[in-house]
Structure formats: C-alpha cells, structure tokens
C-alpha cells in the first residue's frame, strides 16, 4: 500500500523526469559552431568559447565541433544559413561586429539583418593596430605623422575589404589626422590570422585586428601600438595604452555572438538560451573570457535583437559618412 507521502512525491517526481526528458529531447545530436572565417582570428575563438565553456560546463552530451565556411567575412556563412541551411537546430554560427558592420553596408546581398535568429553575444572584445617589433612607428602619433606626410607610405593589412571592420578602424585614425581615407593604402585579407602572417612576411607595414587576436600572436614579434578601448584592458595586454590616451577618441568594441537559422523551432531557442544562461553563470567561464581578452557582456533574447538593430543602424550611418552606402 502507497503512503500519502509518497503519493505526493510521485507526481512531483514524475512531473522533474517529464521535463528532463523534455530538455534532453530538444538537445541537438551533433551540435556545430560555423565559423565564417579560416582557422585563427576572432571568428574561430568565438566558437571555440562556446566549444570549451559548453564542454566544461557538462551543458552538451555530445562534443560541439568547429567548423570552418570563410567567404566574404561572414557572407558565406550568413546565406548559407538563410537560405539553405534554414532549420537546423544544433546549428551555431559565430558572429561579430563586422558582421553587423558588413549587414549594414549591404555585402550580403539580398539578406539583411532580420534574415537570422539572433542567439547570444557573450562579450566584447576591442580593435587594435599592431606593427613589428622593429617598425619605426612606436605609437598612434607616429602613424598619424606618416599618414599626413604620405597616406601611402603606410601599407595597411585586415580582415575584410574596404568598408569593412577591418579598413574602418585605419579609416578612422586617417580622419582623425585630416587625411582621407580612401587614399590609404590597405590590403585586405579574408579574416583568421592571414594579415598577422602578412606582417611577419613583411608584406605589410600595420595591421588592424583584436585585443583576443593579439593573444594568439605571442609566439610572433609584434607589437600592438594602441587599443580602441574605454579603458586599458588587463591581464596581458594592460601595457597596452588606448587610443583616447594618445589623443585620439577612437572606440571600436567588437560584440562576440552566435546565431541560428530563421526556421528553428522556439523551444530549440529555448533550450539553447537556456545553455547560455547556465555558461553565463559560471565563474570558471567568465574567468575563461577575461583570460581571452573578450570582457563579459550577456545579452539574449530581445534585447540582442535591439542591440543588433541599433548596431547596424549606427553602421549604416558611418558607412553614409565614408561615402560607403547611398
């Protein structure tokens, strides 16, 4: 004979197996985060954030692996999800602010920024400059004196084309000096850590790229001349000094993000906001982040769709400034 007490915790007993079974349902078999780039460069670490928080956290049974679709910083990646790749739950794609940067600008064709399930941004990460270690440029003034001098005396290499996220941080430095940007002279490379390795071959004299970025470049003799910043950053590079220190009000936060394909069902949103939820919560994550230069910064749900609206609103009107849209 059953016991009233036992009774009552029956149902409730049952009722914790039926959402667990529910959770686990909703869980993707083969979980993936596309990085829309090559290996190397802010793309890949987005992904691999999620790959090792998710993996030490216990959040996925199985492993999440990393996946690589570079074309167009972003473009590739974005059409394939839009258009073809529609519905896949497990499905993960990395995304930054280039990527809102290049939504604004048009370079995704036909799909704009409403074509996507925005997921998570799990933090910031900042825009650097960085010469060799031999260059004669010591800081930003240095740079300035030489582009005002010659605007292309200086050989710039960075992720993307003209427009993008990579020539806009040179871009705004060169209109800080009175020197129009579109006589600089800028190489532009697909992303990863291609205009790092053209640095080091000598082909180019600067690069623009990330705080997390310059981490990976520990092993190669680079030094970074200034941060696009609030604040100095700590751990590694708190050395570093910003560009409003060196005179130049200058800021170019970088959003670190995942979205998903605009057919994924809700409760596969659902449990997927959850498992960032419980990243979020994690000390050991956010200790993860800071140790990678990206500052912990959680947004989701409709908030992420404002940020995203506005960011690209922001972009499309410096994009108007540079003559870049009509």
């Known amino acids: 004979m059953i016991t009233r007490s036992i009774r009552r915790i029956l149902p409730l007993s049952l009722a914790a197996l039926l959402a667990s079974a529910s959770a686990l349902a909703n869980e993707p078999a083969r979980p993936e985060c596309i990085a829309p780039s090559k290996p190397g460069g802010g793309f890949d670490l987005t992904c691999k954030l999620a790959q ?24 590739v990646a974005y059409n394939s999800i839009a258009a073809n790749r529609r519905a896949e739950p497990g499905t993960l794609v990395a995304f930054s602010g280039a ?58 290499g960075g992720g993307g084309s003209i427009g993008g996220q990579g ?79 060196q005179g130049y009000e200058i800021q170019w936060p970088l959003i670190r993000g995942y979205f998903l394909g605009p057919d994924v069902k809700e409760e596969d949103v659902a449990w997927w906001h959850a498992q960032f939820d419980k990243l979020n919560a994690s000390k050991d994550f956010q200790t993860y982040l800071a140790d990678r230069d990206v500052l912990p910064d959680y947004v989701t749900g409709p908030a992420l769709e404002q940020l995203v609206k506005a960011q690209v609103q922001e972009y499309r009107k410096l994009g108007e400034e540079f003559g870049l849209v009509e």
């Open 167 to 245: 020539w806009m941080k040179i871009a705004l430095l060169a209109r800080a000096a009175g020197v129009n940007p579109r006589d600089l002279r800028y190489a532009a490379f697909e992303g990863g850590s291609e205009h790092y390795m053209a640095l080091m071959g000598k082909h180019v004299d600067l690069v623009t790229g990330s705080a997390s970025e310059i981490r990976a470049q520990h092993g190669n003799k680079i030094r970074t001349l200034a941060i696009f910043s609030e604040e100095r950053l700590g751990g590694d590079l708190a050395s570093i000094p910003t560009a409003r220190e």
């Open 52 to 75: 090792a928080g998710f993996k030490d956290e216990g959040l996925l049974k199985s492993p999440m692996r990393v996946t690589y679709m570079p074309g167009g910083i972003g473009a």
């Open 99 to 156: 990527s809102l940067l290049n939504l604004a600008l048009g370079k995704y064709g036909r799909f704009d920024e409403n074509a996507v399930k925005w997921l998570a941004v799990i933090g910031n990460d900042y825009g650097t400059l960085a010469v060799r270690e031999d260059s004669p440029y010591k800081n930003l003034d240095d740079v300035v004196q030489a582009l005002k001098k010659d605007p292309k005396s200086i050989v710039v």
